[in-house]
């Protein structure tokens, strides 16, 4: 079974899900491996089994988002040290109804960002990596959990050229010219030294009409110049000796690409304050997932995500746990009202 045969089973796997009344339950024997294991964002963390796996993730969900769209708009596969991977990254769309992992239900549309590899093996979904943008949905829900930021706070869109799903077989060579970029481009920012930004030469890679986007709390960048001063500077000031590249997957597919790592990112929070959080002095990691299109000779976009919530967590700060003082803040100032 190669990553197209994987492809295809994690495709019809969701896909046949439409116009069921849980969109968010498939079959449990349908694609899961009995011992599948669970890598999530915190507070789900990591599951072991089928089972649970339906009980913490799925099942929740359904709960939650009873009538809601999944809507990807990047999707690809690839091998990556001999396995097979499968990416996919979009949003859940519907009314969230009742609360879901502490976040009170708002009763009205919201979009949920998702991202998610799939390790296929023996024709079984065997490892899932998947991470939420849990605080963009608590933002939605009213309750925004950390300061204002400088880059844009949307949910973001898909690729603005529409081809970010890669159904069929992609080009060998074109697939061969995004991989060796988005290696570069890695290779680039691990050269990192006292000069800072300047050290790993990124204007090489990026458009410079380049659009990021990145998780609730750091938001988007339009422009190259917009990505440095909103998004990597502020991580290299924090974290001046971080190296990335610590994939558990990485892989390419015609104009697309995607990694994911457990830690992605990892240094010394020994910098400045990264988004209003002192310095720890301590080492971190980012527990994170990437996607990009590419165009032309460069990277144009890039989907980011990242568990934002465990950082803190690392950092001595629950972020979910900030919820129920917001809550009787809210009741207090009705309450006045």
């Given at each position: 079974?190669?990553?197209?045969?994987?492809?295809?089973?994690?495709?019809?796997?969701?896909?046949?899900?439409?116009?069921?009344?849980?969109?968010?339950?498939?079959?449990?024997?349908?694609?899961?491996?009995?011992?599948?294991?669970?890598?999530?964002?915190?507070?789900?963390?990591?599951?072991?089994?089928?089972?649970?796996?339906?009980?913490?993730?799925?099942?929740?969900?359904?709960?939650?988002?009873?009538?809601?769209?999944?809507?990807?708009?990047?999707?690809?596969?690839?091998?990556?040290?001999?396995?097979?991977?499968?990416?996919?990254?979009?949003?859940?769309?519907?009314?969230?109804?009742?609360?879901?992992?502490?976040?009170?239900?708002?009763?009205?549309?919201?979009r949920l960002r998702f991202g998610?590899?799939?390790r296929v093996a023996e024709g079984?979904?065997?490892?899932?990596?998947?991470?939420?943008?849990?605080?963009?949905?608590?933002?939605?829900?009213?309750?925004?959990?950390?300061?204002?930021?400088?880059?844009?706070?949307?949910?973001?869109?898909?690729?603005?050229?529409?081809?970010?799903?890669?159904?069929?077989?992609?080009?060998?060579?074109?697939?061969?010219?995004?991989?060796?970029?988005?290696?570069?481009?890695?290779?680039?920012?691990?050269?990192?030294?006292?000069?800072?930004?300047?050290?790993?030469?990124?204007?090489?890679?990026?458009?410079?009409?380049?659009?990021?986007?990145?998780?609730?709390?750091?938001?988007?960048?339009?422009?190259?110049?917009?990505?440095?001063?909103?998004?990597?500077?502020?991580?290299?000031?924090?974290?001046?000796?971080?190296?990335?590249?610590?994939?558990?997957?990485?892989?390419?597919?015609?104009?697309?690409?995607?990694?994911?790592?457990?830690?992605?990112?990892?240094?010394?929070?020994?910098?400045?304050?990264?988004?209003?959080?002192?310095?720890?002095?301590?080492?971190?990691?980012?527990?994170?997932?990437?996607?990009?299109?590419?165009?032309?000779?460069?990277l144009h976009e890039n989907w980011?995500?990242?568990?934002?919530?465990?950082?803190?967590?690392?950092?001595?700060?629950?972020?979910?746990?900030?919820?129920?003082?917001?809550?009787?803040?809210?009741?207090?100032?009705?309450?006045?009202?």
């Open positions: 079974m190669g990553f197209q045969d994987a492809k295809e089973l994690v495709w019809r796997l969701w896909q046949s899900l439409e116009g069921r009344p849980q969109p968010f339950v498939p079959p449990r024997e349908a694609a899961f491996d009995e011992h599948v294991t669970f890598h999530g964002p915190l507070p789900i963390g990591r599951l072991v089994g089928r089972d649970a796996l339906f009980e913490r993730v799925y099942l929740p969900l359904a709960r939650s988002f009873p009538f809601a769209q999944r809507q990807p708009y990047l999707f690809l596969g690839g091998r990556f040290e001999g396995e097979d991977w499968v990416a996919t990254s979009g949003d859940l769309a519907g009314v969230m109804v009742t609360d879901w992992l502490g976040l009170p239900a708002p009763q009205r549309p919201v998610e590899f799939y079984r979904i065997v490892e899932i990596r998947c991470l939420f943008d849990i605080l963009g949905l608590a933002a939605q829900a009213g309750y925004p959990l950390l300061p204002p930021f400088e880059g844009g706070a949307v949910t973001p869109p898909g690729p603005c050229a529409g081809n970010g799903l890669c159904l069929h077989l992609q080009d060998a060579d074109e697939t061969r010219r995004t991989l060796n970029l988005v290696e570069a481009m890695i290779d680039g920012c691990n050269r990192l030294d006292r000069r800072g930004l300047d050290s790993m030469g990124m204007e090489a890679f990026w458009h410079p009409d380049m659009v990021w986007h990145g998780p609730w709390g750091i938001g988007s960048c339009y422009g190259f110049r917009e990505f440095q001063n909103y998004a990597q500077g502020p991580s290299v000031a924090s974290f001046p000796d971080r190296t990335g590249g610590h994939h558990r997957a990485r892989i390419a597919e015609g104009v697309t690409a995607a990694f994911t790592g457990w830690p992605s990112l990892k240094g010394s929070f020994t910098g400045a304050a990264f988004h209003g959080l002192a310095p720890t002095g301590k080492p971190i990691g980012m527990n994170l997932m990437d996607f990009y299109v590419r165009r032309g000779a460069r980011v995500l990242i568990d934002l919530i465990d950082f803190w967590a690392q950092c001595g700060v629950d972020l979910l746990g900030r919820i129920p003082r917001l809550k009787a803040a809210e009741r207090g100032g009705l309450a006045a009202n």
